[in-house]
């Protein structure tokens, strides 16, 4: 299967903790997107990629949440000194470069913060 | 600014139709999309529809767009219990379309 994976699909913590997440695209897919998604409610845009360049933050992504893409390929998110309220699922999705209409998503990892 | 809005809950015999309604705000959408979603598990693209349609069917699933009225709707035919999940509107803005805006989600549930 070469969809979107990623590491670990879950990740348990205590807080004041750092965590990072890594992402696999579909290959050839120049562009990666980050998204939250917390119970009850839709996924959230964090941030997106077009091959390494980080093109968008979503004022959500506060200063303790650092995305890299550095060869274009695998993304990873890292959370600085996690707070309970960083619990949520984070979903990674890639697609196609212009012409691409359809984001293809990956499992998520779920973030439980202690 | 873009705001996406769907109903909660949804409950439906199995071998009914379901329809799941969805409205959004930013006219400038250019893709809108239907992901479902099960439990503990990633968004499946069920479907889309570029904004310059109408209507998009897909076997059992047929999506409707009033460009209007800013109203998608998704229908599902003869549907079974294994429909029952939640389900995701979104929409893509711009040609070179980025990042998606998502709903809450409607939680299908099928009563056999």
């Avoid at chain 1, 990629?49 to 993304?75: H, I, T, V, W």
């Avoid at chain 1, 000194?81 to 196609?96: F, H, I, K, N, V």
């Amino acid at each position: 299967d070469t969809g979107v994976s990623q590491d670990p699909r879950h990740k348990i913590t205590k807080r004041g903790q750092n965590v990072t997440f890594r992402c696999d695209p579909i290959s050839e897919h120049n562009r990666l997107y980050w998204y939250r998604q917390t119970l009850g409610q839709g996924p959230e845009f964090l941030t997106y990629f077009q091959n390494e360049a980080q093109l968008e933050k979503s004022r959500l992504l506060s200063d303790r949440f650092s995305a890299e893409r550095p060869k274009g390929s695998f993304s990873t998110l890292e959370i600085q000194r996690t707070e309970q309220g960083d619990s949520a699922m984070y979903l990674c999705a890639s697609r196609p470069g212009t012409g691409g209409e359809t984001q293809y998503f990956g499992p998520g990892t779920r973030l439980l913060v202690l | 600014g873009e705001d996406v809005e769907q109903s909660l809950f949804l409950s439906v015999r199995e071998g009914d139709s379901s329809v799941i309604n969805c409205t959004y705000t930013d006219s400038s959408s250019t893709y809108l999309y239907w992901y479902k979603q099960e439990p503990g598990a990633g968004l499946q693209l069920l479907t889309y529809i570029f904004s310059n349609m109408d209507m998009k069917q897909d076997q059992r699933l047929t999506v409707l767009l009033n460009k209007k009225d800013k109203h998608l709707s998704l229908r599902i035919a003869d549907t079974q219990t294994g429909d029952s999940a939640i389900y995701f509107c979104a929409e893509s803005i711009g040609t070179n379309a980025g990042k998606s805006t998502f709903g809450d989600g409607t939680t299908l549930t099928v009563k056999p």
